[in-house]
Structure formats: C-alpha cells, structure tokens
C-alpha cells in the first residue's frame, strides 16, 4: 500500500470527477491521500471530498502565498482540527522564491499553524522555498517553547533543511521532482536521509513525475515516486512502500489504517 501524503483534490483540475481520480489511484496501489487546505476560505471544500470518501483525509490551513489575504487564529484552527477527518495543520510556512505575501506575515502564520499544532498533537505541513534558515530558525524557536510533530512537504531544497528538521524530530516527503532529470542535487540530498523519516506525495495536480511530467499530476502517479525512490537507496519497492506508509500513520496518528 502506498500513500499520497499531499494532494489538492479541491483544485479545479479535479472538478469535473474526483472519484475517478480516487479509483485510479486505488488501482495504482495508492490507498489513502490527503488533501491539503491552502486556503480557510477553501476549508468546507476540501472537508467536504474528505467526508464523501473514506480514502481520503484532510488539513487546515493557510499556504504562505495567501498570508497577506488571509488570518486565522490558533482557536479557529483548533477548532476545525476537532472534525474527525481533519489530521493535520497547514500547509503552512515561507516561500521566499515567489513571495506573494510579505515575509513578516508568512512567519506570523506559520508560527500561528504551529501554536495549533502544539494544541492540537496535529502534525504542522510546511512549504519551505528558498526559505531554509528561517524556516529552521522558526521551528527551532518554537519546539523551544512546547514539542510538536511536523512535515517537511514536497522537499526540493538543501541537505541542511532536511537533516535540521529531522534532528528536531521532523519528517521529510519526497514528492515528484526527485525523478526529474537536472534534480541531481535533490537526487543527492534524499540519497542520505533515513528512510524511517520520508514519506511520499504527489503535490498533485503539480509537479508529475517523470514519465508524465508536464501533464497533470495526480495520486496514481505516487507509485512513480516511490519506485524512483527505491532504486536511489538501493532498497526494494516494498520496503519503501511499507516504511512509507508506516511513517504517514506513525505522523498523522489521527488517520486510520
């Protein structure tokens, strides 16, 4: 079994069948997915695909590129935290390349998400682009005043990301662009990082993996990711398969087997 840790089942990509996409994915070995929360104005949404299908589970939060057109409170998160398909918080965190939100205010959310988090015993999902030392000086800063668990999603960035996060007890998910041909710096990172700490996704509908790059993404194509993964560490598909999926239930333990 395989899990799509991060997807956007919301996006208009998907409007016109959802459950198809669902049925592939199955087909494909993938059995449950997430699907991410970018927006709280977006929430009942992404609530309502996961209520219709038991596959699937959802977050809440707002993406560092609507930090300056959307506030939440820690209580607002907590809140929708309470419904029972709802298992983690975010995404969340700073995105530095396209800066679409002041830096100030994506740090003030993410430091809000991660408050829910501390509440909750939700595992905070964050985005981090070209963003690395804050990103670190952030979580550091904040594990200081009370634990939490948290995910760094669709890593694409730095060893010195993904080793600090792991050593403060984060997880790491592989997405689609490990498979990319000039990703050889990424390829390299992920080579030494401990499978007992990576998770798989497919950032769908973005960033397809290699052989459907440049089409729409979708959970089907985790298997392509993980395979991909298999062969860089040398271990069996299995293996990575079961770690994998073991790791998504052993982070967001509110999710079910």
């Known amino acids: 079994m395989l899990v799509d840790s991060h997807c956007h089942l919301n996006f208009p990509q998907f409007s016109e069948d959802?459950?198809?996409?669902?049925?592939?994915?199955?087909?494909?070995?993938?059995?449950?997915?997430?699907?991410?929360?970018?927006?709280?104005?977006?929430?009942?949404?992404?609530?309502?695909?996961?209520?219709?299908?038991?596959?699937?589970?959802?977050?809440v939060g707002i993406h560092p590129h609507e930090a300056d057109k959307e506030n939440v409170t820690v209580d607002e998160l907590v809140q929708a935290s309470l419904h029972s398909k709802v298992i983690?918080?975010?995404?969340?965190?700073?995105?530095?390349?396209y800066e679409h939100s002041a830096r100030e205010a994506q740090q003030e959310r993410f430091r809000t998400h991660i408050a829910a988090a501390r509440k909750t015993g939700l595992p905070v999902i964050v985005h981090s682009r070209d963003a690395d030392e804050d990103t670190i000086e952030i979580l550091r800063d904040e594990?200081?005043?009370?634990?939490?668990?948290?995910?760094?999603?669709?890593f694409s960035s730095s060893l010195y990301l993904?080793?600090?996060?792991?050593?403060?007890?984060?997880?790491?998910?592989?997405?689609?662009?490990?498979?990319?041909?000039?990703?050889?710096?990424?390829?390299?990172?992920?080579?030494?990082?401990?499978?007992?700490?990576?998770?798989?996704?497919?950032?769908?509908?973005?960033?397809a993996p290699t052989p459907h790059r440049g089409k729409t993404n979708?959970?089907?194509?985790?298997?392509?990711?993980?395979?991909?993964?298999?062969?860089?560490?040398?271990?069996?598909?299995d293996i990575v398969a079961r770690t994998t999926t073991e790791n998504f239930f052993t982070l967001f333990d509110k999710a079910k087997k």
């Open 18 to 59: 959802v459950g198809a996409v669902i049925a592939r994915a199955k087909e494909n070995g993938v059995s449950i997915m997430q699907t991410i929360c970018t927006k709280m104005s977006e929430f009942p949404e992404v609530l309502a695909i996961a209520e219709k299908y038991p596959e699937i589970w959802a977050s």
């Open 88 to 97: 983690g918080i975010g995404e969340t965190g700073l995105d530095y390349f």
């Open 143 to 154: 594990m200081e005043k009370g634990s939490f668990k948290f995910l760094i999603h669709c």
């Open 162 to 207: 993904a080793e600090e996060s792991i050593k403060i007890g984060g997880y790491i998910s592989i997405s689609g662009i490990i498979t990319f041909k000039k990703s050889t710096a990424l390829q390299e990172a992920v080579s030494q990082l401990p499978l007992s700490r990576l998770l798989v996704e497919t950032d769908a509908p973005y960033l």
């Open 218 to 237: 979708e959970p089907a194509y985790t298997k392509f990711t993980a395979t991909y993964l298999a062969d860089l560490l040398g271990i069996e598909f």
